[in-house]
T-cell receptor, first 111, second 113 residues
Framework: GIQVEQSPPDLILQEGANSTLRCNFSDSVNNLQWFHQNPWGQLINLFYIPSGTKQNGRLSATTVATERYSLLYISSSQTTDSGVYFC?????????????FGQGTTLQVKP | EPEVTQTPSHQVTQMGQEVILRCVPISNHLYFYWYRQILGQKVEFLVSFYNNEISEKSEIFDDQFSVERPDGSNFTLKIRSTKLEDSAMYFCASSGDGSVSYTFGSGTRLTVV
């Protein structure tokens, strides 16, 4: 099956700093999503981005499908950005798909 | 924005008991899923459900587990004879037709004691 690898595994930032999280995947995909898991365990959908670039406030994401990677940019980080960031790609089996998650990047933003 | 709703948010159960986790997917979605996340680990696929039957299940989803869509709105995961290692966060998700975004519920944290 498809492999999803995220880097770095852990990241510590000072508030206000910028960061880039990376997601590599081993096969072509039709769907890629970035999630933020908050301290309460909820998975918050950040981007649905199978290709191209999207921006939402201080966050932006770029997926280069032909090179099988996606990047999540966090600018001017805040303590509320802390948590685990997951990349997930869709793998099809027959007519139905499922999301395959990476191991996540744990981000800690210090005040 | 439409949401996937899960109940309960927390459940504590005795080892060997049966639990039912409940989900209300987004109303016009066609595909439904259960995922599991053991503390500190990644989110793992359990099962997908389409057209009132299981589409795919992982090797984790053995005879201890079952899913049901008892009516037009609810989607349930039943875990029989719970074990300590079933303690995890269980997420329900749904998606529409075609390759579109998956929406996840807030999860049910299951603790088996």
């Amino acid at each position: 099956g498809i492999q999803v690898e995220q880097s770095p595994p852990d990241l510590i930032l000072q508030e206000g700093a910028n960061s880039t999280l990376r997601c590599n995947f081993s096969d072509s995909v039709n769907n890629l999503q970035w999630f933020h898991q908050n301290p309460w365990g909820q998975l918050i959908n950040l981007f649905y981005i199978p290709s191209g670039t999207k921006q939402n406030g201080r966050l932006s994401a770029t997926t280069v499908a032909t090179e099988r990677y996606s990047l999540l940019y966090i600018s001017s980080s805040q303590t509320t950005d802390s948590g685990v960031y997951f990349c997930a790609v869709e793998q099809f089996s027959g007519n139905t798909g499922k999301l395959i998650f990476g191991q996540g990047t744990t981000l800690q933003v210090k005040p | 924005e439409p949401e996937v709703t899960q109940t309960p948010s927390h459940q504590v159960t005795q080892m060997g008991q049966e639990v039912i986790l409940r989900c209300v997917p987004i109303s016009n979605h066609l595909y439904f899923y259960w995922y599991r996340q053991i503390l500190g680990q990644k989110v793992e696929f359990l099962v997908s459900f389409y057209n009132n039957e299981i589409s795919e299940k992982s090797e984790i989803f053995d005879d201890q587990f079952s899913v049901e869509r008892p009516d037009g709105s609810n989607f349930t995961l039943k875990i029989r004879s719970t074990k300590l290692e079933d303690s995890a966060m269980y997420f329900c998700a749904s998606s529409g037709d075609g390759s579109v975004s998956y929406t996840f519920g807030s999860g049910t944290r299951l603790t088996v004691v």
